[in-house]
């Protein structure tokens, strides 16, 4: 329930106040006075698109704030508390301020948050018609919300099956529909697979196997430079007669053996001579390796290199394909192998999702079925109740019958098309709402829907702006005793130029203008004895001194009461 809505420069309003509370509030004013711009106020806070030519000429922002009474425990609480937000001892505070410039803020529960917060939270506290409702309510698809709002909790739990399994159905039809249309595209790529992995499998790469090669066949392409270099190294180290005068070895040996001659005269010797035989050993090691290099030299190196060059040949034209190096061609094999295993499988994988699409096809029908009984059913019961409203407003002979038929086609809310056709008067032929009734007429069926439907699916708040639109006289004081039944379990809140329909309500406000065509505070008036008779009288004359206007304003009020114990 909304408690307080305070505006601050938007439209005509330079600064309001509405105390709202439970009940029936109506707001009546001049035209000009702002009435329309408190339903806008309240748009914003619920979400609406904020428009920046709203705002108050002079100012650079515009400032609304609601006050809700909310259920600590309930769903709203907890989706404030989701949105960062809190609600202090079950009161909620929503605000909005929109600039000149076109920015925006949304507070919920004294954070910001994203306006699509206000969306939620307005669908769950506020129910707003208005005239752009009423000629909502020409459609199917509003006619068809009406008729599942009614049907309840039974059609919610089918329609929620209804809908998994559509959205099952659905996803397997595409998958096979998309399997289906890229068959030759993935056949095709099926066989360019099977081609490349042959070509990688006849070459049968190893990892490192480039980096190897390329050293080998930079070394066999310079064979003989490596050869008579090692030969010379080797010659010079040891002569063919090892030990010769010439060569390292030899000439270590010939001063190890000098020093040894004279070392009894000077120990200090001693570390030489060790150090020159530890040279001597390193040199015949060094001598053996090189032996032992020039022995590993293939004399038929030519033809090595020949046969490295083809192998580095092969894996080049792999790694140019597929590279760019070794190592990327087998993840290449690999990853391929198992694209083309899976590719492989389509023609087994679209016969499971054919018979997985007609089955989950004839799960969607079964569920359709049963949510179109489930319509068919309530759609008689909501007819005849609204009917029956229709018959209190002032509508003696009007029937509603509401036609639920197959649209021939599955959709996400089922196979249905549902229709309300109104038979104004006893002779006349049924004809859809959306062509054949009047404004006063639509109005009146919308009122007469809200108030059964609110038996099984309760709002917290209805927002009625000119509900009474087109009616007048004993019609709308029929309107103003169905909203005022309606708010025996609703907050309702009215934006009315009637007397008959402000006669019925438990709280009055004023919205009028100063001389220079703004609203502040004190301009909002919630209206009591008196006051609420001359405003009554201004409704119904345009006078609020007549003394005539004046009597037929408390005869109405004494009728409202008399109509509502």
Same mark, same amino acid.
């Given at each position: 329930?909304?408690e307080e809505i305070s505006i601050r420069d938007l439209g005509v309003i330079g600064e309001a106040r509405l105390p709202l509370g439970p009940?029936?509030?109506?707001?009546?004013?001049?035209?000009?006075?702002?009435?329309?711009?408190?339903?806008?106020?309240?748009?914003?806070?619920?979400?609406?698109?904020?428009?920046?030519?709203?705002?108050?000429?002079?100012?650079?922002?515009?400032?609304?704030?609601?006050?809700?009474?909310?259920?600590?425990?309930?769903?709203?609480?907890?989706?404030?508390?989701?949105?960062?937000?809190?609600?202090?001892?079950?009161?909620?505070?929503?605000?909005?301020?929109?600039?000149?410039?076109?920015?925006?803020?949304?507070?919920?529960?004294?954070?910001?948050?994203?306006?699509?917060?206000?969306?939620?939270?307005?669908?769950?506290?506020?129910?707003?018609?208005?005239?752009?409702?009423?000629?909502?309510?020409?459609?199917?698809?509003?006619?068809?919300?009406?008729?599942?709002?009614?049907?309840?909790?039974?059609?919610?739990?089918?329609?929620?099956?209804?809908?998994?399994?559509?959205?099952?159905?659905?996803?397997?039809?595409?998958?096979?529909?998309?399997?289906?249309?890229?068959?030759?595209?993935?056949?095709?790529?099926?066989?360019?697979?099977?081609?490349?992995?042959?070509?990688?499998?006849?070459?049968?790469?190893?990892?490192?196997?480039?980096?190897?090669?390329?050293?080998?066949?930079?070394?066999?392409?310079?064979?003989?430079?490596?050869?008579?270099?090692?030969?010379?190294?080797?010659?010079?180290?040891?002569?063919?007669?090892?030990?010769?005068?010439?060569?390292?070895?030899?000439?270590?040996?010939?001063?190890?053996?000098?020093?040894?001659?004279?070392?009894?005269?000077?120990?200090?010797?001693?570390?030489?001579?060790?150090?020159?035989?530890?040279?001597?050993?390193?040199?015949?090691?060094?001598?053996?390796?090189?032996? *032992?290099? %020039?022995?590993? $030299? =293939?004399? +038929?190196?030519? &033809?090595?290199? !020949?046969?490295?060059? @083809?192998?580095? /040949? #092969?894996l080049t034209t792999l790694t140019r394909k597929y590279g760019p190096t070794i190592d990327d061609a087998l993840e290449y094999l690999e990853?391929?192998? *198992?694209? %083309?295993?899976? $590719? =492989?499988? +389509?023609?087994? &994988?679209?016969? !499971?999702?054919?018979? @997985?699409?007609? /089955? #989950?096809?004839?799960?969607?029908?079964?569920?359709?079925?049963?949510?179109?009984?489930?319509?068919?059913?309530?759609?008689?019961?909501?007819? *005849?109740?609204?009917?029956?409203?229709?018959?209190?407003?002032?509508?003696?002979?009007?029937?509603?019958?509401?036609?639920?038929?197959?649209?021939?086609?599955?959709?996400?809310?089922?196979?249905?098309?549902?229709?309300?056709?109104?038979?104004?008067?006893?002779?006349?032929?049924?004809?859809?709402?959306?062509?054949?009734?009047?404004?006063?007429?639509?109005?009146?069926?919308?009122?007469?829907?809200?108030?059964?439907?609110?038996?099984?699916?309760?709002?917290?708040?209805?927002?009625?702006?000119?509900?009474?639109?087109?009616?007048?006289?004993?019609?709308?004081?029929?309107?103003?005793?169905?909203?005022?039944?309606?708010?025996?379990?609703?907050?309702?809140?009215?934006?009315?130029?009637?007397?008959?329909?402000?006669?019925?309500?438990?709280?009055?406000?004023?919205?009028?203008?100063?001389?220079?065509?703004?609203?502040?505070?004190?301009?909002?008036?919630?209206?009591?004895?008196?006051?609420?008779?001359?405003?009554?009288?201004?409704?119904?004359?345009?006078?609020?001194?007549?003394?005539?206007?004046?009597?037929?304003?408390?005869?109405?009020?004494?009728?409202?009461?008399?109509?509502?114990?």
């Open positions: 329930m909304i009940g029936f509030t109506v707001l009546t004013g001049e035209t000009g006075a702002g009435k329309t711009m408190v339903v806008t106020a309240l748009g914003l806070l619920l979400g609406d698109r904020a428009d920046a030519h709203a705002i108050r000429a002079g100012s650079d922002r515009a400032v609304v704030e609601g006050r809700w009474n909310v259920a600590d425990g309930g769903q709203v609480a907890e989706r404030v508390r989701d949105a960062g937000g809190e609600v202090d001892d079950g009161e909620l505070i929503l605000a909005r301020s929109v600039s000149n410039e076109g920015r925006g803020r949304a507070i919920v529960g004294g954070r910001t948050a994203p306006v699509g917060v206000l969306v939620e939270l307005g669908h769950q506290l506020v129910v707003v018609h208005g005239q752009s409702e009423q000629s909502r309510l020409r459609s199917s698809t509003e006619q068809r919300r009406a008729l599942d709002r009614f049907a309840g909790t039974e059609l919610r739990g089918a329609l929620d099956d209804y809908v998994a399994a559509f959205e099952h159905w659905n996803t397997v039809r595409l998958e096979l529909d998309s399997l289906v249309t890229d068959r030759d595209r993935r056949a095709r790529e099926a066989d360019g697979l099977r081609i490349a992995m042959t070509e990688i499998d006849d070459v049968a790469p190893v990892a490192g196997e480039d980096v190897e090669l390329a050293e080998r066949a930079e070394r066999l392409a310079n064979a003989e430079d490596l050869r008579a270099a090692a030969t010379a190294a080797h010659d010079s180290i040891s002569s063919p007669d090892i030990g010769g005068p010439d060569d390292v070895i030899g000439l270590l040996d010939a001063a190890r053996k000098n020093l040894e001659r004279v070392s009894s005269h000077d120990p200090a010797l001693d570390g030489i001579i060790e150090a020159l035989h530890e040279a001597n050993i390193l040199a015949l090691d060094v001598s053996g390796r090189l032996a *032992a290099y %020039l022995g590993a $030299l =293939d004399d +038929d190196s030519s &033809r090595e290199l !020949e046969v490295v060059n @083809e192998r580095r /040949a #092969a990853t391929g192998s *198992a694209r %083309l295993l899976e $590719l =492989d499988s +389509d023609t087994d &994988r679209i016969d !499971e999702l054919t018979l @997985e699409v007609e /089955a #989950a096809r004839a799960a969607v029908e079964s569920l359709a079925d049963r949510v179109t009984g489930i319509r068919v059913a309530h759609a008689e019961n909501l007819a *005849a109740r609204v009917t029956d409203e229709l018959t209190a407003l002032a509508m003696a002979n009007a029937v509603l019958t509401i036609d639920v038929t197959d649209r021939g086609e599955l959709t996400p809310t089922g196979r249905d098309a549902v229709a309300f056709l109104l038979r104004p008067h006893s002779g006349a032929e049924p004809r859809p709402i959306s062509k054949g009734a009047s404004g006063g007429e639509l109005s009146r069926v919308m009122l007469a829907i809200e108030v059964v439907i609110a038996a099984t699916d309760p709002v917290p708040t209805f927002i009625f702006d000119e509900v009474d639109a087109g009616v007048g006289g004993a019609a709308a004081i029929e309107v103003g005793r169905r909203l005022a039944a309606l708010a025996a379990t609703s907050q309702v809140i009215v934006v009315t130029h009637l007397a008959q329909v402000a006669a019925f309500a438990t709280n009055h406000l004023r919205v009028v203008k100063d001389d220079e065509g703004s609203v502040t505070t004190s301009n909002v008036e919630r209206l009591d004895g008196e006051d609420r008779i001359a405003e009554m009288a201004r409704l119904l004359s345009g006078l609020d001194a007549s003394g005539s206007a004046l009597a037929h304003a408390r005869e109405l009020i004494d009728t409202a009461r008399s109509l509502t114990t």
